[in-house]
């Protein structure tokens, strides 16, 4: 298989393999010292989750639990967390590519113990997925290894094009010469090397379709954009991505979705991460996204703006919220990064007007409406909530 | 917009716009011969569809409905019709590039009705968007253009990998040449231009994180596949896709899902299609798909066949079937196109051993197993499903 690799493979298998061996190697230390091996874990509970003001990232917090294997109420937690690192280990140096499903029947057999008496009886390693996975994620915040840089594959569903080349791999791809296909984001991109580009912002747009329409329409050669669509909720590879761009090119990143608190939502993961997943949100979140639309003002009007909708179309379009969708701005508008006053704004005209609108409503206006006049002059007049 | 969009595209559009035009304009013909406007289209009952044994294919029998303008029970269904046709044909000749969500917004509006006393009420174009796109398939069977052939576009999940160079849009693309990402196959396939092609065989992964492991492990370059993943259940423009691959180029189709009957129902939609949408079947339909597994027989042998898994991996990774599974597994016993010998003897064990596995199953196993022995050996022992 090996030949087959690319090199940029290769290296980040060495450096990872290396951290995990020597993570770990301080456990045998432990052993040989007469000590009981333990490890110091971060903690990931939501009381040592932290809204960090500056950075605008949730990162963990300073706390950390001690994973002891001579603790009767800690050992099969300690035992599934070694067997773990071992089954990544291996799949490092065998020139393997898991994915966390195949962790999970990896590591999955009985284990025949003896209690003190000398009876047998079978014990599993894990019995659902949710088990290995919990352990993959202590090894990451263990070891600050994220999955990726251990090379454990996911699915992908991410794409982009724009007028840039990157490296991948061992190729050089031309984003701009997609055709009216687009470039599939790999589930690794931190390995990715950004060439050149001649771009001015990232329009990161939810809905595959419209990514599809503005992509076809020429959006991106028109206005300098690297266009990204996440197909729905953003995947780890799509939001690590658009962060790179953000920070390393300087590009403004700017998030479509629709005019409802699911769209929020999807805004909110590009740019804090989620509550329960805060120790990866250091690395893939952007704290700076700004949210371009759908807004409630588009859709109404505001003081000094005119509404982008008629009456009739407004009739005809917007779509009554339901209970779930209120339950679900009233938690949003809650939220520490959504108490600015932009954000405070959208979230009670929302609850005033109980009213969402699809992105798709905005298209059905004429696609030259949506991608030349409506998307632009928001850019222009920096008509985003932030 | 015009100079952003590519040359195939404008073709296509004149095409359409044409066929549309021709089309419709004999209604208005019938109004000024003095006859009732009526359009004769397709049945896309189910008595109206069958299998034709011969070419593989579910299609649409001989049977059309009429539908007339002064008939009170089809009048509203007709001016639907002709109100979608127009959308369809504005946005053709606009440059526009609507999906079928937008298209039902562009057509949803009320229309103020007076009826004989004078009394005047409100009657809506469409409430739903079903049935906006009970319409579209109307004018697709219509006029027999796909929604595709009148630039609708949609969500697109299919990837491709390979040693091919294709043409899309105003653009060459090497699919050899995407380093760790994939070409994200356009939605409208029927306009790429295979250029030319190094390769023996396709192989369709349903799962996407499969996909992303054979990729990144180079199986496509050892063993001269095009590597496709429909991610799941395939959406049309995978389908057309795959099809023009077999067609055109030759290629066997290799279908790989979990050993399951969600996994069987995957193959039969790319062999055959699904029965509600057998009018589409005839242009996206891969007759001759194979499946390659993982099929029962490769997990508990067979007369003459190992099995790929030791007693110890059953243990471990087999999941026992559900009730809907059984129930659908019955269901799919049943249909013409699995009455062969092959699919009976498949269902007869599955419904026997009451037993699941997933294709990670076999991955965990290596990925070397699974690149470089499981599939090139069955690919080469013809070890696949007709």
């Known amino acids: 298989m090996t030949e087959l690799e690319s090199k940029v493979d290769k290296e980040i298998r060495k450096k ?42 949730l990162i963990l917090g300073k706390e950390k639990l001690k994973r002891n294997f001579l603790d009767l109420n800690e050992a099969k937690r300690f035992m599934q967390t070694t067997l773990m690192a071992s089954i990544i280990y291996d799949a ?3 020139d393997e590519y898991p994915t966390i499903r195949d962790l999970y029947y990896r590591g999955k057999h009985s284990i025949i113990l003896k209690d003190p008496n000398g009876r047998a ?12 996975d919990s352990v993959i994620v202590d090894i990451e915040v263990f070891t600050s290894l994220l999955r990726e840089d251990m090379l454990i594959l996911s699915k992908e569903k ?17 984003l701009s010469k997609m055709g009216h296909g687009a470039y599939s984001i790999e589930p690794t991109p931190d390995l990715i090397d950004f060439m050149d580009i001649n771009a001015e912002f990232v329009l990161v747009v939810e809905k595959d379709a419209v990514f599809q329409q503005l992509h076809r329409a020429g959006f991106w050669k028109q206005y300098k954009a690297i266009l990204v669509t996440s197909a729905g909720q953003p ?11 953000n920070e390393e090119l300087k590009l403004p990143v700017y998030i479509l979705t629709d005019a409802d608190p699911y769209g929020w939502y999807i805004y909110s993961v590009f740019k804090i991460g989620s509550i329960s997943l805060s120790y990866e949100s250091e690395r893939l979140a952007t704290p700076n996204a700004r949210f371009l639309g759908v807004s409630m003002t588009d859709i109404f009007g ?24 209120v339950k679900r701005a009233m938690e949003i508008k809650n939220y520490e990064w959504f108490k600015t006053k932009g954000w405070q704004h959208e979230i009670s005209v929302f609850l005033d007007k109980k009213s969402k609108l699809e992105i798709e409503a905005m298209a059905s206006k004429g696609l030259r409406f949506l991608a030349f006049q409506y998307i632009p002059e928001k850019i222009k007049n920096s008509d985003f909530i932030n």
């Open 92 to 94: 490092l140096v065998n």
């Open 302 to 325: 505001d003081k000094g703006k005119k509404p982008y909708l008629s009456d009739q179309e407004r009739r005809n379009y917007i779509i009554k919220a339901k209970d779930a969708d």
């Open 158 to 174: 991410g794409k982009v094009v724009g007028d840039m080349r990157i490296r991948s791999g061992n190729d050089v791809i031309d």
């Open 235 to 245: 995947d780890r590879a799509t939001r690590r991505f658009v962060r790179r761009l």
């Open 16 to 57: 990872a393999g290396n951290v995990l061996r020597e993570t770990f190697l301080k456990l045998v230390e432990m052993v040989n010292n007469n000590e009981p091996p333990i490890m110091e874990i971060p903690k990931r509970t939501l009381s040592n989750t932290v809204y960090d003001e500056k950075r605008g990232l």
């Open 121 to 132: 009886y079978e014990e599993n390693t894990w019995d659902e997925q949710k088990e290995s």
